[in-house]
Nanobody, 116 residues
């Protein structure tokens, strides 16, 4: 079955960096686009970044452009989110998502907390 496991979250200070990972299994990873979302307390889940199956095309939400970088290693079935210059407003649970056969699968999320 499809499984997504995020890791790499934690507590950092404003301006610091984190790299999140999402390990995937149960589907042909190299054939699927991957997406990172986040959800802050009391807010709706929002798209952070997306990467095409081969890693050639990427998309970022406006507030993440220039600070976040999405990448993937198809040999390791893993997608990454490098987050630099973190701000308190980046505090959220970060999830990775994949759509397989028209169904969305989510990981359990990893908490990122940025203190000011």
């Amino acid at each position: 079955q499809v499984q997504l496991v995020e890791s790499g979250g934690g507590l950092v200070q404003s301006g610091e960096s984190l790299r999140l990972s999402c390990a995937a299994s149960g589907f042909t990873f190299s054939s699927q686009a991957m997406t990172w979302y986040r959800q802050a307390p009391g807010k709706e889940r929002e798209l952070v970044a997306q990467i095409s199956s081969a890693g050639i095309v990427t998309y970022y939400a406006d507030s993440m452009k220039g600070r976040f970088t999405i990448s993937r290693d198809n040999a390791k079935n893993t997608v990454y989110l490098q987050m630099n210059s973190l701000k308190p407003e980046d505090t959220a649970v970060y999830y990775c998502k994949v759509r397989v056969l028209r169904r969305d699968y989510w990981g359990q999320g990893t908490q990122v907390t940025v203190s000011s």
